[in-house]
């Protein structure tokens, strides 16, 4: 039978989206979260305080009737600002459209909204302090621990989906279940890649008045090609700054152990930043460093009974901004599938389960690819001249073939088509822009028969 009950684990963002669209279908929801509810404590300091919300992310919120509220939360970001070692800035615009723009939105905030309106549901209960600690599949039981008081209790569940996070104790036990190997061709697998890069967050705070220090509706970069500095706006007049750095070798975390070290360092490759952290020092020691990784697994669900989605399913590295807006879209397909089996009394989740994997792993694995590239776009070719001429010569073909030339930042950022096919046809649009601009050095010198043909014979 169609089950009542649907039982979530973990209410980040992507746990809360769920909640509100299955709840929206008529289910009773129980979400359970390890953490204090955030909207009675502080959020900590140092984990990714504001993030970059684009279409594939609206779109979802869209569709729950959330944008409204959020609407007031977002400061719109137009390109990025890259600011050279001497301080000098280039705006770069991300797209070419008007609505072609990415915003930046406080994460606590956006999360507490989100679970405000799973509860406002009247279908949605949320318990805080229980960190699952073990699942039995068999039995349909889900043990929990509470963090306050130590008391293990178990809980029987109809369905289960997990939503907690890219160290997912869901993803673990399906794969422990299934003896999953770390690699495997043709095996149940599951891979936590890390990349051997972390991050601090560190922050410009507002001016006089809550000034912005720094150009407001842009993200901020400073590239310096193994390594970089970014900064989001936040609407308080603050920038949350990230510094990405190797952990290990020369310019690394392991090579600031001191507040002379980080300053000097500071000094030498981001002065123009440097000069509006008066806390650096003080937040370098004090905010955690995060490390970054990659996880790819499959099966993504388990015993007609179990699913994961968002980070539990696919965490990525965070340089194309892509993970929570992706976590929202596998959240709006599951809701698109549920759909399609809407008419059936008997809501066959070994369909709705197989379909929707079959659907987001391709592009879970496609934007984890997306976001490594990205990393090296970002800290390095952004500075690149011929980037740049590929960049501008990408938008001039996109005016003269707009359904079959979109740049590949803007089919991932500002369209709904699924990433595996932003991937596939960002390789074939690259090697283009390589053959096209292989004797250019500006747009002007590029023959557009030749583009035009190539575009017509690849891309058609
Ligand atoms: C530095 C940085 C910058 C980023 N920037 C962007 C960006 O610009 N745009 C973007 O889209 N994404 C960005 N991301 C990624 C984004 O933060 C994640 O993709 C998103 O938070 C995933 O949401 P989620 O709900 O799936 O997982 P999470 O946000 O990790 O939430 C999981 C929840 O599950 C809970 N939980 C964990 N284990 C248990 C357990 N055992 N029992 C119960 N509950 C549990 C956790 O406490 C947490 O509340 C960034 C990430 C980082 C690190």
Redesign the pocket.
């Known amino acids: 039978m169609k089950p009542q009950h649907i039982t979530v ?7 809360s989206l769920t909640a509100i669209y299955l709840a929206q279908r008529g289910y009773q929801v129980s979400v ?4 204090p509810d955030m909207r009675n404590s502080n959020i900590s300091a140092g984990r ?1 305080i504001n ?3 684009a279409n594939r ?1 609206i779109h979802p919120l869209n569709e729950v009737g959330l944008m409204d509220k959020i609407e007031k939360m977002l400061i719109p970001m137009n390109g990025r600002m890259v600011h050279d070692i001497q301080g000098n800035t280039n705006f770069q615009a991300y797209g070419q459209r008007e609505h072609e723009v990415i915003y930046s939105i406080s ?1 606590g905030e956006l999360n507490k909204l989100l679970m405000n309106e799973a509860q406002a549901t009247g279908s949605v209960d949320i318990h805080f302090c ?4 073990d699942i039995d599949f068999e039995q349909k039981t889900v043990s ?1 621990t509470n963090e306050n008081s130590g008391e293990t209790t178990t809980h029987p569940f109809e369905l289960l989906i997990g ?7 869901v993803r673990k036990a399906i794969h422990q279940q299934l003896g999953s190997k770390e690699h495997s061709e043709d095996g149940p697998f599951n891979r936590f890649d890390q990349l051997g890069h972390s ?1 601090k967050e560190l922050c410009i705070p507002a001016g006089k008045d809550k000034n912005f220090l720094i150009e407001k509706k842009a993200l901020h970069i400073w590239p310096r090609g193994e390594y970089m500095l970014i900064a989001l706006p936040n609407l308080d007049g603050s920038f949350t700054v ?1 510094l990405f750095l190797p952990n290990e070798g020369e310019n690394s975390f392991a090579e600031l152990t001191t507040e002379e070290s980080v300053t000097a360092f500071f000094k030498e490759q981001f002065a123009d930043a440097l000069a509006v952290i008066p806390t650096l020092a003080e937040d370098f020691f004090a905010n955690p460093t ?1 490390h ?1 990784a990659t996880v790819r697994c499959d099966p993504w669900h388990h015993a007609n009974n179990t699913l994961l ?4 399913a696919h965490g ?1 590295v ?1 340089f194309h ?7 929202f879209e596998d959240a709006g397909v599951l809701n698109q599938i549920l759909d399609k089996f809407a008419d059936n009394e008997h809501d066959n989740w070994e369909n709705v389960f197989a379909e929707y994997a079959a659907e987001r792993q391709p592009n879970g694995n496609a934007i984890a690819d997306l976001a490594l590239d990205n990393y090296i776009e970002m800290r390095s070719s952004v500075a690149d001249p011929k980037y740049l001429l590929k960049k501008e010569l990408a938008f001039e073909l996109e005016k003269r073939h707009p359904d079959h030339f979109i740049p590949r930042y803007s089919m991932v950022m500002f369209h709904l088509l699924p990433y595996a096919d932003a991937q596939r046809r960002g390789v074939i649009q690259n090697e283009i822009l390589n053959e096209l601009t292989a004797n250019a050095t500006e747009v002007a010198e590029v023959d557009m028969d030749l583009a035009d043909k190539l575009i017509g014979e690849r891309l058609m």
């Open positions: 684990i973990g209410a980040g963002p992507v746990g359970f979260e390890k953490r990714s993030l970059a919300l992310g994460r229980e960190a699952v600690t929990f939503a907690d996070g890219s160290g997912s104790i991050y990230t995060g970054l989605i968002g980070d539990a990525i965070p901004g892509q993970g929570m807006n992706c976590g």
